[in-house]
């Protein structure tokens, strides 16, 4: 086949977002932050939004920055160690990797009014947040079994009635800017063959005019993510009468997100040629998005060892920019003998194929925005209890193009396949001396995954949306974490924060999406179970002025 090679079109036409918009999986995924903060804080599990009197008040309920009484500078770093394990029917795999990061720094400048009653106090607050990390390398690997994914990207194309014309490139054709991109590389790259309404993976045999399926040896996915979400974030805070205590923040966001997915399916035929026949899905995105949000908190402190707390997190509306590239291929033995071969005498069907380059699309998310309800109880001067509860709205994810038009075959998914989410923390403080304390807590999150969307929901099955070639998706299950730290006083001024963390996660883990048509299951695509387990050990510095 002669390569196919993108016409000199302007990037505003390919990034319109017509045929690689963004999917609700990517929503959800840029919604989504970690427990993450001063040691302190994350010593105790996150439960801070009654307390207050931390810098990482500013994330939760800004409110808290009231209940200082100085001026603080404050600064973290962590390591983390990320374990991810996967179990794909059967076969299981390890990969580590070790991250060391600069996780914050903030100022809180404490100012007195003078007054015992009333307005007893101003707080201001500046810090750098890092919130998110993305930093993951996974790896899954199968037996036999299972269906291709040729077979689905054929299925696909036929209930799409593109036509064979249509999504061959030429010098003076570019079929990316009309079709279906995965289509598109499918067809060029060898994976599928055939016409309108009769498309057909290539991986089989032909017998008597007829092809004969081959069947996966093996299949190996792997995938590799890097990047963070950074906040950068101004609060307010006032102590009225030291009774109750109002703060607001505004945030600015940082976010990028890198992500590389290699796809190998190996069909180990038997046959008299140097390699076996297989097929290869790599694909490659890197995205940029800044955003705006807000927070707005209260805290009410009615007897001196009690306080509640209530606040509200605004969504992040970002603006993206995701560029993206991929790869496909395919190799057959004897593919075309008894066929009519448009390559010449070669009767191996071997391919490449790659989408056009630096192509990129703009669009808009408006992520989720959540409520916050606390309580903590302080125990003289030696305790602290206190519980924090989360509710996240993630049906209230929105996607529009670059101009804020409304997504709406997405927005319609976000609704049916995502619900509110809780996450409840608990955290309790101990001061064996007064210099010398020591911390314990606990997180759990639900997964706002609606149950039809899970492989193990009693066999329900539900096609998920994906964007342009890109088909790996996964699904999450429940949030736990672990947290104990140690804090110490070496003078009225200067303290030390230590704290661990170690984070549970479970998620589904697709190669790609089931093809369903109504209600009858065309390619049904077997999940891994993927499990990141991550220990983190954070250390903070602080100094009171």
Do not use: C
């Not at 690997?141 to 490139?169: C, F, H, P, V």
């Not at 055939?194 to 032909?206: H, I, L, N, P």
């Not at 009693?458 to 949306?465: F, M």
């Not at 093809?515 to 100094?543: C, D, R």
């Amino acid at each position: 086949m002669k390569k196919v090679i993108g016409l000199l079109v302007s990037a505003f036409v390919l990034s319109a977002g017509t045929v690689f918009a963004q999917s609700e999986i990517d929503a959800y995924k840029f919604s989504q932050t970690d427990l993450s903060g001063t040691a302190r804080y994350m010593g105790m599990g996150g439960a801070f939004g009654a307390l207050g009197g931390d810098i990482s008040s500013m994330e939760t309920n800004p409110a808290g920055l009231g209940i200082y009484r100085s001026s603080e500078v404050v600064t973290t770093l962590s390591l983390s160690s990320i374990r991810a394990k996967t179990d794909w029917v059967g076969t299981k795999m390890n990969e580590n990797r070790t991250k060391l990061n600069f996780d914050n720094i903030a100022y809180v400048g404490y100012f007195p009014s003078g007054n015992d009653e009333g307005l007893v106090s101003w707080n201001v607050g500046f810090s750098y947040n890092r919130v998110k990390n993305y930093n993951r390398t996974y790896r899954m690997g199968r037996g036999a079994g299972g269906k291709s994914i040729s077979d689905y990207i054929a299925e696909l194309t036929s209930l799409n009635g593109s036509t064979s014309g249509g999504l061959w490139g030429t010098d003076n054709y570019d079929p990316y800017l009309n079709h279906n991109w995965l289509s598109v590389l499918g067809y060029n790259a060898g994976l599928i063959d055939g016409d309108k309404g009769a498309f057909f993976s290539t991986m089989g045999e032909w017998k008597n005019g007829n092809l004969v399926p081959f069947k996966v040896h093996s299949a190996d996915l792997h995938v590799t993510e890097k990047g963070a979400v950074d906040k950068y974030n101004i609060s307010l805070a006032t102590n009225i009468s030291n009774v109750f205590f109002v703060g607001a923040t505004v945030s600015v966001t940082d976010l990028n997100y890198d992500v590389r997915t290699y796809y190998d399916e190996d069909f180990g035929s038997n046959k008299a040629s140097n390699k076996s026949d297989h097929l290869y899905l790599d694909n490659y995105s890197s995205l940029d998005g800044t955003g705006y949000g807000f927070n707005l908190g209260v805290i009410v402190r009615p007897v001196d060892f009690l306080r509640f707390g209530v606040a509200y997190n605004s969504p992040t509306w970002y603006k993206m920019t995701n560029y993206y590239n991929a790869e496909a291929g395919a190799f057959v033995y004897d593919y075309y003998s008894n066929r009519v071969n448009p390559e010449g005498n070669d009767k191996n069907m071997d391919r490449k194929a790659w989408t056009p380059d630096n192509v990129y699309t703009e669009y808009k998310l408006r992520s989720a925005d959540k409520f916050l309800f606390s309580a903590a109880a302080i125990i003289g001067q030696t305790a602290l209890i206190s519980v924090d509860y989360e509710l996240t709205n993630y049906k209230g994810m929105r996607l529009s193009d670059r101009d804020g038009y409304a997504q709406d075959d997405d927005n319609s998914l976000i609704k049916g396949d995502y619900r509110w989410a809780g996450m409840l923390k608990a955290g309790a403080e101990v001061k064996v001396t007064p210099q010398f304390a020591v911390r314990v807590g606990t997180a759990w999150q639900n997964s706002p995954v609606q149950d039809h969307m899970k492989y193990t929901s009693d066999g329900v099955i539900s096609e998920v949306a994906v964007s342009g070639t890109r088909t790996v998706y996964s699904v999450d299950h429940s949030v736990n974490y672990y947290t104990l730290g140690l804090g110490y006083r070496f003078t009225p001024n200067f303290y030390v924060d230590l704290a661990a963390v170690y984070r549970m996660q479970k998620e589904e883990v697709y190669p790609f999406p089931h093809l369903i048509q109504k209600g009858e299951i065309l390619v049904e695509s077997v999940p891994s179970i993927l499990k990141t387990n991550t220990t983190k050990v954070a250390l903070t510095f602080g100094y009171k002025f």
